[in-house]
């Protein structure tokens, strides 16, 4: 399997708000690292989330490359199909901080 031709199509591996998120960041530069994806409160259970299911889905559709090691994320091979997409994305509400 080669990134360029993924086995996961574009509404399962972009259809969830985490993993719009994702890609959104990518767009617009705001994300790098996953570290730049938590959000304030359940920080561990998302990063999880993101770690074992989001970040897989949306590299094996060939959207970001991601370095497990560096822990960073980029725009893969096929990520202008994906971003073309971001702004009919669902975004969830922001979660109330912790303050």
């Known amino acids: 399997m080669t990134l360029d031709t993924p086995t996961t199509d574009s509404a399962t591996a972009v259809g969830s708000p985490e993993r719009g998120r994702v890609l959104a960041g990518l767009a617009d530069g705001t994300v790098e690292t996953v570290a730049d994806l938590r959000v304030r409160g359940r920080g561990d259970e998302i990063a999880a989330e993101l770690r074992e299911t989001h970040l897989p889905a949306l ?17 893969g091979p096929n990520f202008e199909e994906a971003a073309s997409h971001v702004a009919d994305l669902p975004m969830p509400d922001p979660e109330p901080s912790d303050d």
């Open 59 to 75: 590299e094996e559709a060939g959207y970001i490359e991601w370095d497990r090691e560096a822990g960073t994320i980029e725009p």
